[in-house]
Every structure is written in C-alpha cells, then in structure tokens.
C-alpha cells in the first residue's frame, strides 16, 4: 500500500475538537470553558463510545485522512443529541451527588461512561423520575468504593492516635532498613550483565526486527515522511539473532535477579553515602532521578497531596503515596484503608519503595533500558529492547519535528546540562525545583478536568512538563519555553520513563501482583514506552500551537 502524504493528514484531536464545537449548546457540562471537550470526555466518551476505533480501524491513529476525519466528524454529529442528555444527567448527578454528601472519587471518573448509559436508556433527565433514578446510581457507585477513598485516608490519618502510631511505625521501619556498610557501583556489574540479557531476549521476534506497536505510522501503515528509518543492519541482526534459546536465556536471567535479591541490593545501595552511579550514559545518578535529593529522605506521615505538584517518587509522604493509589481505576478492589496504611508503612521504607522482588527487578531492568535510550541518536542501542524502542522514537514524527524544532549539531548547552547532543545534556540540577526540574506522579491520576488543549500543555505529572514546585504547577508561559523543555525530555528519556515505571510497579505492589516471566516484564515496559510517546506527541502539538499563537499575535 502506498505511503498516504502527510499534507492530507489532520490530527484526530483537532478533527474531535471541530465536531464537538459544531454540536452547539447542551454540552457545557463536558466541555471546558472555550468550548472545548474536556479530556475526560474524550478519553471515557467520544473514542470508546462514540469512534470505537477498536471496530474502526481507520479512526485509530493520531493522523486521519480527509475520509476518517469525515467519518469522524459524521458519528460525533449523529451522536450529539445523545452526549447532550448524558450531559444533563452528568449535571444531575453531581447535584444528587452534593444533597447526599458523597465526596469519594472524581465525578467524571465516575459517573460519564453511566450517564451516556442513562441517556442511551431514558434519553434526556425528565423529573420526577430522573431525581430517583440518578439517586440510585450515585449511592450504587459509593457503595462499590467500600470506603476506600482519599477522604477516609484524611479521616484515618486526622485522628491524633493513629497519626502518632503511623509515625512511630514509619521510624522502626527506616531505622531497620538494610543499609549498606560501604558504598559502592549501583547498579552491581553482574545485575547489569543479566539485565541485558533480559533485554535481548525478552522482546518479541516482530517487535525486535520492527520496533513497531502501531506508533508513528500513517494510515495504512506509512512511515511518516519527517521520521528517521531504523536501519536495515539492525534489522536484519534482530531478525536473525531473534528465537526461542535467547527467550529461555532471559527467563533465566530474569530469575537470578529476583532469586540474587538484586532488586534489593540495588534500593539498599541508594541509601549509602557515596553511591557512584554505574547505569551507563553520564549524568544518570544512581537513583535515576526517583528522588531530588542525593540520598532518598525517610518518608513522614503527610496530610496533603496533589496530583499537579507531586514529589518524586522517592521522596513522596506516606500520604501523598497511599493517595496516588486511591486516585487509580480499579481502587475498589483494594483493601480498607488502615490496611492500606499499614502496608504503604512498610513499602515506603523498603527498597525502591517497592516490597516485592519480582518488582524491584522490573525497575533495575527498566532503568538499564531507559539510561540506554537515545532517540535523538542514529547509533544502535547495546540490547534488543533498546533499538525496539528507539526505532519507534526515531520514526515518531513529533520527534523528528522536535529534533528539528531544539536540535542542531551546534546548539548551545541547556542550563544545568552539560553540553547539547551528550548524554545527560540539559539534565536539571539535583534537588531543583521549579521550571527546570523534572516531574513525578502517577498517570491515572491526572489533576482537576481541563480540555483538550490544557491538558496537552500539561500532560500527566509522571514525566514531562515539569510540576515539582509552586511556579511550575502551570504549562511553561512561552514557546521558546517549551522547545527547551521538549530538548530537555529527548535528551534525558529516563527521567520520564523511569518515574511512570515506579509508578506503575507501585500501583501493581499495591494489589499484590507480581511479575511473572520476561513476556509479562517486556509488557510492561514496552507500555510505559509508549505512554511516554503519546505525552511527548501532546508536548510537541503544545508547542507548535504556542509557536503559531504567538507568531499570529505578532503578525496582528
């Protein structure tokens, strides 16, 4: 099939967003103040209710042809009566929800996909019936949480008792952590060795030789004409080098990281003194940014937490990491909050923060994958999983564009970094806080509802546009803003993907579910690859469209 131009291409988000404003009045309560669709909207109604790319394959891509975006623009229009009544049920929800004082969970979380039900059932609200009907589902969806919310986690910790127990459990914790006597490589040589051997042979034989997951193509399966090829070399030794004995050779090694306690030895060497970081690539630390500080601090009890202005993740309260946790889909099949706490207690002073092995493994192999990811680089990488994941950076259009946009061969060093193009260039200070610094958080809990377009300047706080501190709670002010931070991401990878893996190894220690074998690992870090991506192709679009608005305004 031929290559589809890129000049007949719109991005899908601007083909929604043009449908949703033509619908007119009576989608307020979806959309943000400039008319916009809330991102919630988009992410629970318009892709999965309303596209259905998984039937509509055409739909499914960043990029559409003219025919897609007519489709698109053609089932968004049919539909809109129906968004319109589950928008008035959505507004008689959360009034319902307000005269029975029920705080837990977030609103459009909860109540969006069931009010597109409720209008695909009733239509729009009609009284007196609607009052009654609202009132149920709102007291079913309250029933499921069990209590297991952020507001009975401030409960639980307000009371002056449990806040004085909590603490004085966090201090025997932390004063019996496995510290080592000396310092040392972190990590150890030998975890490295075996990590590449995971590496090599946990990739699948169509993902080694193609890198692809469906990212960066055009409809139909193009290659975008700006994208950098993989090369042909590296293919063809993938293909060949690709079979079952490396697979066994990766279970393998994969158990004697878990069965050595290497994930252990590593969290254990971070809190020594002197730790000299051995990941590779210069001006990765030991911790590979998991914390500001040198050495991560002992966790306190903490009674305040914020989604858009996280810790990282090692340096996070007690609080702040039991709240990350409520605030993820599938946080009913948690255990009661005490439990949680006294859990979470003994997790947070645990190695990486991390209380199973299997786990603690994962982060060691993601963070010698992720020290060695050059996407901005034309090199291959040292193990298959490597040149797996760069081939699809390297082909991804936003980041030919953003290379194009921040990278030259003679651009000066970013402040704080040392030098363009190295390893490490326009890597923050440690411990800085502010614009320059790196963020943390965890993806699925995102901050209060915005649109489309705000939430593409701020994308979720687990890697990217920096939130660490009070002045960067808010997109960067400008363009050249941005470009810097869009230099800083490509040339640091492992800032961002390091924190959204500890954060979705935590949500996974939290419901008790392991590793189990090298397919299941490479899931997993193949997943937050491209988690990271998708935020990356929204910074890019953010970018451009500051760019283009402030060219716009200068021409006025």
């Not at 988000?13 to 619908?23: F, G, K, Y």
Request: glycine residues 12%; charged residues 25%; aromatic residues 4%.
């Amino acid at each position: 099939m031929p290559a589809t131009p890129l000049g007949t291409l719109q991005p899908r988000s601007q083909v929604i967003d043009r449908a949703w404003r033509a619908l007119g009045p009576g989608l307020e309560p979806l959309s943000g103040p400039g008319g916009a669709p809330l991102t919630r909207a988009v992410k629970l109604l318009v892709l999965p209710l309303v596209l259905r790319p998984v039937l509509r394959p055409e739909l499914a891509g960043d990029l559409l042809t003219d025919e897609a975006a007519d489709l698109a623009a053609g089932l968004l229009r049919e539909d809109g009566p129906r968004l319109a009544a589950a928008a008035g049920w959505f507004t008689l929800l959360k009034r319902v929800r307000r005269a029975l004082r029920v705080v837990g969970g977030n609103p459009q979380d909860l109540y969006f996909q069931r009010c597109y039900e409720l209008a695909a059932e009733h239509g729009a609200p009609r009284p007196p019936d609607a009052e009654e009907v609202a009132r149920k589902v709102v007291l079913e969806l309250a029933a499921r949480d069990g209590g297991r919310t952020v507001e009975a986690l401030k409960a639980h910790l307000r009371d002056p008792a449990t806040e004085r127990s909590v603490a004085e459990a966090l201090s025997r914790a932390w004063g019996a952590r496995p510290v080592p006597a000396a310092p040392g490589a972190v990590p150890e040589a030998n975890a490295l060795s075996l990590a590449d051997t995971v590496l090599d042979g946990c990739v699948p034989a169509d993902r080694a030789a193609s890198g692809n997951r469906g990212a960066g193509r055009a409809p139909g399966g193009a290659v975008p004409a700006d994208g950098p090829r993989p090369r042909a070399q590296e293919r063809g030794a993938d293909r060949r080098d690709t079979g079952g004995a490396e697979r066994g050779t990766a279970e393998s090694a994969l158990a004697a990281l878990v069965g050595d306690g290497h994930g252990t030895r590593l969290g254990a060497a971070l809190w020594a003194s002197g730790a000299v970081s051995d990941w590779g690539p210069e001006g990765v630390p030991p911790h590979l940014g998991l914390s500001a500080a040198p050495l991560p601090p002992r966790p306190g009890v903490g009674s305040t937490a914020s989604t858009a202005a996280l810790p990282a993740p090692l340096d996070r309260t007690l609080y702040e990491r039991v709240f990350t946790v409520l605030r993820a889909p599938g946080h009913h099949d948690l255990p009661p909050v005490p439990e949680l706490v006294d859990a979470e207690t003994a997790r947070s002073c645990s190695p990486l923060g991390l209380s199973d092995e299997s786990l603690r493994v994962a982060l060691l192999v993601g963070g010698r994958l992720a020290a060695g990811l050059d996407p901005l680089g034309t090199a291959p990488g040292p193990t298959r999983a490597h040149r797996a994941i760069d081939r699809r950076w390297r082909r991804e259009s936003s980041v030919a564009r953003a290379r194009r946009m921040t990278v030259s061969p003679f651009d000066a060093p970013i402040a704080h970094g040392t030098g363009a193009g190295g390893p490490g260039a326009g890597l923050p200070d440690v411990g800085r806080t502010g614009a320059g610094a790196p963020a943390a958080g965890l993806p699925d809990a995102e901050p209060p509802a915005r649109s489309d377009a705000d939430r593409a300047a701020a994308p979720a706080p687990d890697g990217g546009t920096p939130r660490t501190g009070p002045a960067s709670t808010l997109p960067p002010a400008s363009g050249e803003d941005l470009l810097a931070d869009l230099g800083r991401s490509l040339r640091t990878p492992w800032i961002a993907y390091t924190r959204r893996l500890w954060a979705r190894l935590h949500g996974r220690d939290a419901h008790a579910a392991g590793i189990d074998g090298p397919a299941e690992l490479w899931s997993l870090l193949d997943g937050v690859s491209y988690s990271v991506l998708m935020d990356h192709r929204a910074r890019v679009r953010a970018a451009l469209r500051t760019l283009t608005d402030t060219t716009s305004g200068s021409a006025a």
